[in-house]
């Protein structure tokens, strides 16, 4: 089955930084995209940046809203994909949701359950 | 950026019905489409993927249907833990975008 795990969130000035991460199982890891996407409170999924698998040599990609100030990472070997969040603004704060996505037939997406990233002074 | 249309935004229903829920691509994402049942408070769960497979776990009142542009989610006979709001989400090219939603309601 597959599983992940978000961690990492919590409260952060506006300004600041912040390190998500989100360990996966239940999957063969190196084969999968790797996406984040975040829930601001009351509003609906915005999608913020990928990373490709393997095959596709791990490049990534992101939002025009956070490209410059987040980063995409992943490690194959510990089944883990990160992101760093710099210059944090009030309007990330949000649900924060790592999803995977096998471009495969017969191969289960994921979804984690959150973590919440609020943004204040 | 792909626009998903989902319709109804909102059905009510009881238990036992057949509930179907559209949604249609701004263009062809051939068969990479999802869909999400989420619940007050809790994160998304994938039911469908590949426009109609479906995820592991996931009961087979569940079943999805289309590729192209035009998809349809079906619940076959709706459960009382079913209320709930649906959504779709493409993943045929970025950015990722994702439905309006479907509020199931209890009739």
């Known amino acids: 089955e597959v599983q992940l795990v978000e961690s990492g969130g919590g409260l952060v000035q506006p300004g600041g930084s912040l390190r998500l991460s989100c360990a996966a199982s239940g999957f063969i890891f190196s084969d999968y995209y790797l996406d984040w996407v975040r829930q601001a409170p009351g509003k609906g999924l915005e999608w913020l940046g990928r990373t490709r698998n393997k095959a596709n040599n791990y490049t990534t990609q992101y939002a025009a809203s956070v490209k410059g100030r987040f980063t995409i990472s992943r490690d194959d070997l510990k089944n883990s994909m990160s992101l760093q969040m710099n210059s944090l603004k009030s309007e990330d704060t949000a649900v924060y949701y790592c999803?995977?996505?096998?471009?495969?037939?017969?191969?289960?997406w994921g979804w984690g359950q959150g973590t919440l990233v609020t943004v204040s002074s | 950026d792909i626009q998903m249309t989902q319709s109804p935004s909102s059905v009510s229903a009881s238990v036992g019905d057949r509930v179907t829920i559209t949604c249609r691509a701004s263009?062809?994402?051939?068969?990479?489409l999802g869909w999400y049942q989420q619940k007050p408070g809790k994160a998304p769960k994938v039911l469908i993927y590949?426009?109609?497979s479906l995820q592991s776990g996931v009961p087979s009142r569940f079943s999805g249907s289309g590729s192209g542009t035009d998809f349809t989610l079906t619940i076959s006979s709706l459960q009382p833990e079913d209320f709930a709001t649906y959504f779709c989400?493409?993943?045929?090219?970025?950015?990722?975008?994702f439905g309006g939603g479907t509020k199931v309601e209890i009739k």
């Open positions: 989400q493409q993943a045929d090219t970025l950015p990722l975008t």
């Open positions: 590949d426009a109609s």
């Open positions: 263009q062809d994402i051939r068969r990479w």
């Open positions: 999803s995977c996505y096998s471009y495969a037939s017969g191969k289960d």
